[in-house]
């Protein structure tokens, strides 16, 4: 008994030491005797009033640094009631699985007030669909690729994605191809809808030599070129793309806004950030509307540089004449559109803005210095193609060469005006040269819906047609952090004016003013200041002005100037070495036009 217990014990005292020896080399291995000691004697000189809080706080920056660990994919609800995605990350912290963040990206699914039911029914369809195979990506493939990423690697992160995207592109390319192959060839198939023919030229007067407009207008009207293809799920890219970024951002406790900022200038960070002009939507006199204008979609409201998103209104003086000379003026009735502001029925151009014209003098308001205007014309909602002509307001149509006439009488009218959003169709590539060689000095010429998308901009590695002043952005569908910082530096290099716009169906996530805040957009354009999903991201751009403010790193957007676009400015693009050989002494930039200048001028005449 007596020598087997001794037995026993010389094992259990080798064992012991055994582990004490595997011990001694794990803690060596990862350096622990020496940062004790460090930390223990740091920890007696400080003192402080919590030890353990000191304590934990000390050793939590030598944990390893997070890792995603889940990533799920949810169905919610937008600002309409419509089904969207949400993404949530999960991230390994300290050994332990932790909820990090949340994001809702919105459909890129336009809001049409007056559908059809039997269109209405299948986009509502085509979205449905379009969100569950989202999910399906995020909580399938999606969460396994990025199993055990850091979140600050976003360049990673977006690599993979982008990689994802592509597969299931080709996926759904073959799945076609072989469809089609399966198609019975003997089946009829349907002819072509063919376009209703042109209008006959206008009959010219005895003697009349043909113009330049007249020219023009004889030409057919070009079909409406199919919409760019959205693979059914790839909002599911964007969304995981912006919710890893957060992720990053708010495990190392810093603002949206500021990681954006550091993966766009990854060399040398801005000292200082700038909130991006408000376009705010005031009133709306679109197809929609009541009235007979049809021209005015969107007129918005843009404050003047230099001005805090939170700066008061000057006290409202008392009436003066031009301004109903204290008289009642017209009631104003409409309902809210989609785009947040009032829907108004006006039958004539000048209505809208003399009314806004007139508001702003009550408050004290001066045009042209205090606040500017910009309208989104919507022209691709305009086109009557039975007549081959915009129909500018019920009854009143215009062929594009007498477009660009009605933009220059309107900009001649109201100076105040700095922005025209989509005044033509982008299959009217002409009418847009010919409105940049006319205004492009005096407002900025904006393509929204005309734009191409950001992907193919990227793909494409310019700034294709349509010519315009600048582009209005979404973070919609497979475009990822990286795509945005690409495509803003490409604007950058171009001298070309970003805006950041929303798309119509919203959500509550307010993550798209970070974004605009840290890639250093020049405009945000959020719709009016009118429900929920709105009222918060301008919240949201209210806070951020305020933490700028606090921190001392708030700057503010330089004045209002306008580059002429000249005919040549796309060939010397594309062919500078060939401009330098043609030309010795080649004319110098051109010289912007501040907006004060041109109503100054404008007053004086």
């Not at 009217?428 to 193919?456: M, P, T, V």
Request: with cysteine; glycine share 8%.
């Amino acid at each position: 008994m007596g020598e087997e217990g001794g037995g026993r014990s010389c094992g259990t005292t080798r064992e012991l030491q055994k582990l004490k020896q595997q011990a001694l080399e794990y803690y060596r291995e990862n350096d622990v005797p020496r940062r004790l000691e460090e930390l223990l004697n740091s920890t007696f000189y400080l003192q402080p009033a919590d030890v353990y809080g000191h304590l934990a706080n000390c050793f939590s920056k030598f944990a390893k640094p997070p890792t995603i660990c889940k990533v799920v994919g949810k169905i919610v609800l937008d600002g309409l009631g419509l089904p969207t995605l949400q993404v949530e990350v999960f991230c390994t912290v300290q050994n332990f699985p932790k909820h990090i963040c949340s994001v809702v990206i919105a459909t890129h699914f336009q809001v049409h007030e007056n559908a059809f039911p039997e269109l209405a029914e299948a986009e509502d369809v085509e979205r449905s669909d379009a969100v569950s195979t989202a999910v399906q990506w995020v909580n399938g493939a999606i969460a396994q690729e990025l199993q055990g990423v850091a979140p600050s690697h976003q360049a990673e992160v977006d690599r993979r994605l982008r990689t994802f995207f592509e597969n299931k592109v080709k996926e759904d390319k073959e799945r076609k191809e072989l469809d089609k192959s399966l198609e019975d060839p003997t089946a009829p198939v349907p002819f072509p809808l063919m376009p209703p023919p042109p209008p006959p030229p206008p009959a010219r007067k005895k003697g009349q030599k043909q113009g330049l407009k007249d020219s023009l207008a004889e030409k057919p009207v070009t079909l409406p070129e199919p919409a760019e293809p959205v693979l059914c799920g790839s909002m599911a890219i964007g969304a995981v793309s912006l919710a890893v970024a957060k992720t990053s951002a708010m495990l190392r406790s810093n603002p949206l806004y500021a990681s954006m900022a550091v993966l766009k200038h990854p060399l040398e960070q801005p000292t200082k950030l700038s909130v991006p002009l408000l376009m705010v939507s005031l009133v709306s006199c679109g197809k929609s509307s009541a009235g007979k204008l049809n021209l005015m979609q969107e007129v918005i409201g843009i404050p003047h540089p230099g001005l805090t998103a939170k700066q008061p209104l000057p006290p409202k003086p008392e009436p003066k004449k031009g301004h109903n000379g204290g008289k009642r003026g017209p009631l104003i009735t409409g309902k809210m559109s989609h785009l947040g502001c009032l829907t108004i029925t006006y039958d004539t151009i000048e209505q809208p803005l003399l009314l806004i014209q007139g508001i702003c003098a009550n408050l004290g308001l001066e045009m042209g210095r205090n606040l500017h205007l910009a309208i989104n014309c919507a022209a691709h909602e305009l086109m009557d193609y039975s007549k081959g002509k915009y129909e500018v307001m019920t009854g009143t149509y215009k062929n594009a060469a007498e477009m660009v006439d009605l933009y220059v009488d309107l900009i001649n009218k109201f100076p105040f005006i700095i922005a025209l959003i989509d005044p033509f169709r982008k299959e009217d590539s002409e009418q847009w040269d010919s409105i940049c060689n006319a205004l492009s000095s005096r407002c900025y010429i904006i393509a929204g819906s005309a734009s191409q998308s950001i992907s193919k901009l990227l793909e494409d590695g310019h700034i294709g047609p349509p010519k315009a002043s600048g582009r209005i952005i979404k973070h919609t569908n497979h475009t990822t952090m990286s795509d945005l910082v690409e495509i803003t530096n490409l604007f950058d290099s171009k001298k070309h004016i970003a805006i950041f716009g929303s798309t119509e169906g919203e959500s509550s996530d307010d993550s798209l003013v970070d974004l605009a805040v840290g890639l250093g957009v020049r405009f945000i354009k959020l719709g009016g200041l009118s429900r929920g999903e709105r009222v918060t991201k301008y919240n949201r751009l209210l806070t951020i002005e305020d933490e700028l403010g606090q921190n001392g790193t708030l700057g503010f957007k330089e004045e209002h100037t306008f580059l002429y676009l000249s005919e040549d400015d796309e060939k010397d693009a594309r062919a500078p070495e060939a401009t330098a050989a043609v030309s010795a002494d080649p004319p110098g930039p051109p010289q912007p036009v501040l907006p004060t200048e041109v109503v100054d001028a404008s007053a004086r005449a």
